[in-house]
């Protein structure tokens, strides 16, 4: 079956320390991971995706890791700040068949930092 | 920086009403979507829309829902008898070229059904 779940609903990090969200897929033709954040009364936001050819890409602060071998898909902050607060999710997609985009997304992650 | 926008922010219903949410998505972005989110749950799918057509649609977008792009730049999502079970944030999203683009998000419309 499509499903993507999390390891831990919530991380509690003190400001500058580097932050890791986990996320676990089953879907092994899962080809595009998107991470997204969400804080309060407001819509998803993207913050980093990988497609399925890469195990590693880096944006400014972030790092998302891709283990396609135990369907691992990780997030990792770095020097967390208190904006950096929210709610973070994980959403894949697959292409081909009847699938037009619809992303699949996880439980969500809250993440609070500390001052 | 463009951004998909969605009004109203709140719309209050009563059971069995029709309500229509509406966006726009970003402009000359060709693939569109809703999504909602129940309180305290994860996002979920309801609808795809691409070239004046449903692509995809999820087992929650039964008979009560439908979607319309009225003109070039508004994308709808019309309820046509609410529920209380309907009550949720829906978000509209878009996409640029293909499917498997990134999608963005709009602020989303609570919606509450009484």
């Known amino acids: 079956g499509e499903s993507v779940g999390l390891h831990l609903p919530t991380l509690s990090v003190q400001e500058g320390d580097n932050s890791i969200i986990n996320c676990a897929y089953s879907n092994s033709a899962s080809d595009y991971f998107i991470w997204y954040k969400q804080e309060s009364g407001k819509g998803p936001q993207f913050i980093i995706d990988?497609?399925?050819?890469?195990d590693k890409r880096q944006g400014q602060r972030v790092t998302v890791l891709l283990n396609k071998t135990v369907k691992h898909l990780s997030l990792q902050i770095a020097a967390t700040q208190p904006g950096d607060s929210a709610v973070y999710f994980c959403?894949?997609?697959?292409?081909?068949?009847?699938?037009?985009?619809?992303?699949?997304f996880g439980q969500g992650t809250i993440l609070t930092v500390h001052p | 920086e463009p951004e998909v926008t969605q009004t109203p922010s709140h719309q209050v219903t009563q059971m069995g009403q029709e309500v229509i949410l509406r966006c726009v998505p970003i402009?000359?972005?060709?693939?569109f979507y809703w999504y909602r989110q129940i309180l305290g749950q994860k996002v979920e799918f309801l609808v795809s829309f691409y070239n004046n057509e449903i692509s995809e649609k999820s087992e929650i977008f039964d008979d009560q829902f439908s979607v319309e792009r009225p003109d070039g730049s508004n994308f709808t999502l019309k309820i046509r008898s609410t529920k209380l079970e309907d009550s949720a944030m829906y978000f509209c999203a878009s996409s640029p070229r293909t499917s498997t683009d990134t999608q963005y998000f709009g602020p989303g419309t609570r919606l509450t059904v009484l």
């Open positions: 959403a894949e997609t697959f292409p081909g068949g009847t699938s037009y985009g619809k992303l699949t």
């Open positions: 402009s000359n972005h060709l693939y």
């Open positions: 990988i497609r399925s050819n890469m």
